[in-house]
Structure formats: structure tokens, C-alpha cells
Nanobody
Framework: QVQLVESGGGLVQAGGSLRLSCAASGSIFSINAMAWYRQALGKQRQLVATITTPGSTNYADSVKGRFTISRDNAKNTVYLQMNNLKPDDTAVYYC????????????????WGQGTQVTVSS
């Protein structure tokens, strides 16, 4: 069974930093694009950052210059380095894999982790 497990969330003061990790486990051959989303209380889930397999990245305007997405394909892990955090960054952060190819040649699409809470105090 394939799982995406996020970690690294927590409580931090404004201006602080956190590093989120999302590790994919299971009989994985390869993972296509990966992304981080977030959902604040009472709001819709929004895209934060994406990264392709070779490493091309895109960011939401609200996090450009503060957040950095990266991945380690050998470890099937994606990271989100978050600097200069603001109270508006408070949300549950979710990891997403666009598609996951298993060794069995089964293709999983739009796969999600369970989320990790990030709370930024003012």
C-alpha cells in the first residue's frame, strides 16, 4: 500500500521557519510531479508550490521568495522550506503526487497525504 506521510509541522512565531517533509512509501517505481497545498480553516484548499521530476518549480504569489520546494527522487520525498512565516500561512499543509507508478505497473493518480498543521503566531 502506498502512503504519503507529511511531517515537520508545528507552532512557530511570525518570522520563523519550518521545513515540511513528505515521504512516499510502498512499492514505488517513480513519482511524477509533486506539490504542496494548504487549507486554512473555513477556506478552500490552495496550491502552494509544485515541482516536476527533473526539478522545475512553481509557486503561489503569496509564498514566492519565502518558500522553497525541493525533492529527493531517490528517497521519494518532497520538502517545503518555509521562511519568514506569517500568520496568514497558518493552515493544514497537504502533500500531493500527480501520479505514482508502482513496480506492478499500476498507476495511481492524484494521491494525497493526511496533512500536517502549521500554526504561525503573531
Amino acid at each position: 500500500q502506498v502512503q504519503l506521510v507529511e511531517s515537520g509541522g508545528g507552532l512557530v512565531q511570525a518570522g520563523g521557519s519550518l521545513r515540511l517533509s513528505c515521504a512516499a512509501s510502498g512499492s514505488i517505481f517513480s513519482i511524477n510531479a509533486m506539490a504542496w497545498y494548504r487549507q486554512a480553516l473555513g477556506k478552500q484548499r490552495q496550491l502552494v508550490a509544485t515541482i516536476t521530476t527533473p526539478g522545475s518549480t512553481n509557486y503561489a504569489d503569496s509564498v514566492k521568495g519565502r518558500f522553497t520546494i525541493s525533492r529527493d527522487n531517490a528517497k521519494n520525498t518532497v520538502y517545503l522550506q518555509m521562511n519568514n512565516l506569517k500568520p496568514d500561512d497558518t493552515a493544514v499543509y497537504y502533500c500531493n503526487a500527480d501520479s505514482i507508478l508502482l513496480h506492478s505497473r499500476r498507476l495511481l493518480t492524484d494521491y494525497w497525504g493526511q496533512g500536517t498543521q502549521v500554526t504561525v503566531s503573531s
